[in-house]
């Protein structure tokens, strides 16, 4: 597979951006009103992703050059819309300079590093002195959705593929976190988690799990097998209480400084 084309998400740029990206960019926004962007020169967005964000941060930053960086060129190629200089790379072996970005932002991206311990050496690397790293990730297993237990379940004889995994057992706790900041050379981050609520509708679910999460463990399936499938999951939704659509996402926030001597 070459490079840059990995994930979960290939080919599914437009999915993503249409059915994932508006459910994360509230915790986004959050995250960017903690860092230091009005002041910022130079920012590096690592896995900028469709660009939900772009807009946010280039509006945050009147002064700064922003630069997105993402592994995956279909989503590369829907943040291109942006209009914002954006590089094809992995994370973990950034093509940037040595201290040369004020802010760097790692949405949700961070635990989906083969080494999220390389991905943090990397970004503290291009931070300059005194420079922020703001992250964020799901808090233990709150990015289970209601209703997922019937997608494993009609699922449960078409593996996802390897690429589909995740580091996010390493990093899904305050003191994991932290633990792999330090282990980068990163220390005295602040750290905190906040709850999130979003209502779900049964449709609104059954688009996002049928059209991306397991889009490609579906097309593996023969048309009418599939058909079936889908029928379990839509009266298994339809049958779920009202109340069991609200949906509460614990997310750790990370906002770290570079020490300004070094
Ligand atoms: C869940 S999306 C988040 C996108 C964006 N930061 C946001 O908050 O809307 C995660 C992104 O990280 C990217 N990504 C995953 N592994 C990566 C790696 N090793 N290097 C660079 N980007 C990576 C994916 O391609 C994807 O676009």
Same mark, same amino acid.
């Given at each position: ?17 249409? !059915? ?21 020169? %130079? ?15 280039? $509006?945050?930053?009147?002064? $700064? ?31 940037? %300079?040595?201290?040369? !970005? ?6 949700? $991206? ?17 931070? %300059? ?68 609520? *979003? ?17 490609? *463990? ?7 097998? *599939? ?27 990370? %906002? ?7």
């Amino acid at each position: 597979m070459p490079e840059g084309m990995q994930g979960r998400y290939v080919g599914l740029a437009d999915e993503y951006a249409r !059915f994932w990206s508006p459910v994360i960019e509230p915790m986004g926004l959050r995250l960017l009103e903690m860092l230091p962007l009005g002041l910022a020169w %130079r920012i590096v967005d690592i896995g900028c992703g469709t660009g939900n964000l772009i807009s946010k941060i280039v $509006a945050a930053a009147p002064n $700064a050059r922003y630069l997105g960086l993402d592994r995956a060129a279909n989503i590369l190629s829907a943040a291109s819309k942006s209009g914002v200089p954006l590089v094809l790379a992995d994370g973990c072996r950034l093509p940037l %300079r040595n201290s040369s !970005f004020d802010v760097a932002v790692m949405a949700f $991206a961070l635990f989906k590093f083969p080494s999220p311990l390389a991905g943090l050496t990397e970004a503290k690397r291009v931070l %300059r002195p005194g420079g922020v790293l703001g992250i964020t990730i799901w808090a233990g297993d709150t990015h289970v959705l209601p209703g997922d237990e019937i997608w494993e379940e009609v699922l449960v004889d078409v593996p996802r593929s390897p690429d589909e995994s995740d580091r996010l057992e390493d990093l899904n706790e305050i003191e994991k976190l932290r633990g792999v900041l330090e282990s980068a050379g990163i220390t005295g981050s602040d750290i905190h988690s906040e709850t999130f609520e *979003r209502t779900w509708t049964p449709e609104s679910l059954f688009a996002l799990k049928s059209e991306l999460t397991h889009r490609a *463990r579906l097309v593996r399936l023969p048309v009418d097998e *599939r058909e079936k499938r889908l029928a379990q999951v839509r009266a298994y939704l339809a049958g779920m209480t009202p109340s069991s659509f609200i949906w509460r996402p614990s997310i750790l926030f990370a %906002r770290a400084q570079v020490p300004s001597t070094v």
